[in-house]
């Protein structure tokens, strides 16, 4: 398991990609909190699922401070995408889409008694908490990834140029769902500059 809360920095090559270029990561398991949901055009039951994740989180800072004198560094926001028809989800239909928001909960220092009391002091504040919160290991192995800069809306071309071109070419096959990683808050980022990594699982063809 990780030791360094920082996973941007740690783990470079997971979370910074280079941009407009497709790359294979070996992605290991990694424990997440996790919420899921279904559909996107209206996006309440995402956004409250995103608001509960890091009001669950956000007290583990002081918890860990207090509690082990060590520094919890804040992780972006992670999505996983998928539809039950691959082309409702290589044409964005928001209303077809199935999502996993998820917070990646390392180094293995951090305790599921400390996300308790997190979930305890969020609950103080929004009530109960959605039925699918949940801490759960998750592997990707490997993966194809590449940095977004831009809208997320605009994102639909570079995601079809991976599964229609990048995939293809290199004789891969994806193999699990479409994951995005956040690294930019849109309240304070302009919208063509926001940073998302777009990774794909894949496999070797047969």
């Known amino acids: 398991m990780m030791e360094d809360a920082d996973l941007k920095a740690r783990l470079r090559e997971l979370y910074l990609p280079p941009a407009d270029e497709f790359v294979l990561v070996d992605v290991p398991e990694m424990r997440y ?8 055009a209206d ?9 509960w994740l890091f009001a ?16 919890f560094v804040d992780p972006p926001l992670e999505g996983l995408w998928w539809a039950d028809d691959v082309q409702d989800f290589i044409r964005g239909d928001r209303a077809k889409l199935n999502w996993r928001m ?10 599921r008694e400390m ?20 801490l759960e290991s998750y592997r990707e192995g490997l993966c ?10 605009s994102e639909g071309p570079t995601i079809a140029r991976l599964h229609r071109e990048f995939l ?39």
């Open 33 to 40: 909190v996790m919420i899921d949901g279904h559909g996107a």
């Open 43 to 51: 996006r309440t039951a995402l956004d409250h699922a995103v608001k």
């Open 56 to 71: 669950a989180i956000y007290p583990i800072k002081r918890i860990a401070r207090q509690r082990m004198g060590k520094d």
């Open 102 to 111: 998820m917070i990646v909960y390392e180094p293995d220092w951090l305790t």
């Open 115 to 134: 996300l308790d009391d997190g979930v305890a002091a969020a609950k103080s504040r929004l009530g109960a908490p959605p039925g699918s919160l949940r």
């Open 144 to 153: 194809a990834q590449t940095m977004y800069v831009g809208p997320p809306r």
């Open 168 to 206: 293809p070419a290199h004789a891969l096959t994806p193999c699990g769902h479409h994951h995005e990683i956040y690294l930019t808050d849109p309240n304070r980022v302009a919208p063509e500059k926001m940073k998302t990594v777009l990774r794909q699982p894949v496999r070797g063809a047969p």
